[in-house]
């Protein structure tokens, strides 16, 4: 079996769907790029910072506030941590000729001499025009190695600088893993952010897609209502030309007059439909008779019904038949249901209309004694342009009343239903508050 080619609107949503899940996918890798580097920052502030402070430490030790004349002697051995066979600062000693005085050949942590980073010359050439500490980062190998250049003064004479060494360790080696880590979990994230949002945004997108359907349903509908009354036109109208005696013009006449007729109600049908699925229509309710109304529409149906050979009738019950509904509505409501009632009645058949006002709720029943319905066809009696095969054949319409009912009720908040039985009638049964809510 072949499946079917998929819609421009199908096409149109996917699309969208793929837009979507890309955009958010996008949107996630461009934060984690923004939250990584902003991390890698902070971690190399902290990192750069305590390398800094134990720098600073060795040198309160060895420059106290009253400071010497001289260098202090060597005290690396008092900054060593307990268990450390190995100083964490590698400290150098120079003279105000930059003469190395004092050197010390290990740092811990680091796998090389200190003579390979130390001493910094780019530092040491400043110490004699700054009383500020001046820092720089060098790199060996995969280790990053904080080196600290401090200048020492007293009277105003420039006496040498110290210059120490804290290895950070392989820093640089770390922080390419948790870019790389980082790299490998972004990716896997952005790609189950794709299917979670094609995923979801396909439920979300279902009611569009129903709601396209509805829509392209509701064209090829129309479409079809419009061919048939218009192609009868248009033969009416060629036979009229074709015709020389006046009974035959006078007979195609009326056939373009009924055609125009259910032109003219389907497009006012198609009106109301159109203001009730845009939302521009609005109940305003009020209050209003209920008994009174039911005599207006048994009043002006009863001439239809005496056409058509069917017993017209209104049963009315309730204390108080005030209540808050929307006239207009109520009234089409109450007309639709009793014109299907006649409709597709038969010669000598009855129609009832009874009205039940009670405490909270509404109560309107109407049945005829007209050839019924087939029970496959009730649960589709309030779909736009549904018509059972009995009523093709019994009268024209266009299967938009009920639908219009089914609106007037859902907007008064409340129920329909039809009950029928084949050779027996129907009864369609609409129930809402008594105060719309």
Do not use: C
Not at 220 to 241: F, G, N, Y
Not at 244 to 260: G, K, L, Q
């Amino acid at each position: 079996m072949r499946r079917s080619a998929p819609t421009t609107e199908s096409r149109l949503l996917r699309r969208l769907q793929w837009r979507m899940a890309l955009s958010f996918a996008i949107a996630f890798l461009v934060f984690d790029i923004v939250v990584v580097g902003l991390t890698y920052e902070v971690l190399q502030y902290h990192f750069y910072s305590e390398a800094k402070a134990t720098i600073q430490h060795v040198w309160s030790d060895r420059l106290p506030d009253s400071v010497p004349p001289s260098l202090p002697p060597d005290q690396d051995g008092e900054i060593n941590h307990p268990g450390d066979s190995l100083p964490r600062v590698a400290t150098w000693q120079f003279n105000a000729a930059g003469k190395t005085i004092r050197t010390m050949p290990t740092l811990y942590g680091f796998p090389a001499p200190s003579s390979t980073i130390l001493p910094n010359r780019a530092l040491l050439s400043q110490m004699p025009h700054t009383h500020s500490t001046l820092w720089a980062v060098a790199r060996y190998q995969s280790y990053r190695v904080m080196i600290g250049s401090k200048p020492v003064w007293n009277d105003g004479r420039y006496l040498g600088a110290l210059q120490s060494a804290y290895s950070m360790g392989r820093l640089t080696s770390v922080m390419r893993g948790l870019l790389a880590v980082d790299a490998e979990v972004s990716l896997v994230m952005a790609a189950l952010i794709v299917v979670l949002v094609l995923w979801l945004s396909g439920r979300s997108l279902g009611p569009i897609r129903e709601a396209l359907g509805r829509q392209r349903a509701f064209v090829q509908d129309v479409s079809h209502e419009l061919r048939t009354p218009l192609t009868i036109v248009k033969s009416s109208l060629e036979l009229a030309l074709q015709e020389t005696e006046r009974s035959n013009v006078d007979y195609a006449i009326r056939d373009v007059i009924s055609e125009v007729d259910y032109i003219t109600r389907l497009t006012h049908d198609l009106a109301a439909l159109a203001r009730v699925g845009s939302g521009s229509t609005e109940i305003q309710p009020s209050e209003l008779n209920l008994f009174d109304l039911a005599d207006d529409v048994i009043a002006a149906l009863t001439p239809l019904a005496e056409e058509r050979g069917v017993t017209l009738d209104a049963k009315k019950t309730g204390p108080n038949p005030v209540i808050v509904a929307d006239p207009t509505f109520v009234r089409q409501l109450l007309i639709i249901l009793l014109d299907n009632a006649l409709k597709y009645n038969h010669p000598g058949g009855r129609a009832e209309l009874a009205v039940r006002v009670l405490d909270e709720t509404v109560h309107v029943r109407v049945s005829d004694t007209g050839s019924g319905i087939p029970k496959e066809d009730l649960p589709h009696l309030f779909d736009r342009f549904y018509r059972s095969r009995t009523a093709s054949r019994l009268a024209p319409g266009s299967g938009l009343g009920l639908a219009i009912a089914r609106w007037i009720i859902d907007a008064h908040a409340g129920t329909i239903r039809a009950e029928s039985e084949l050779g027996r009638g129907t009864e369609v049964v609409a129930e809402w508050p008594r105060r719309v809510p």
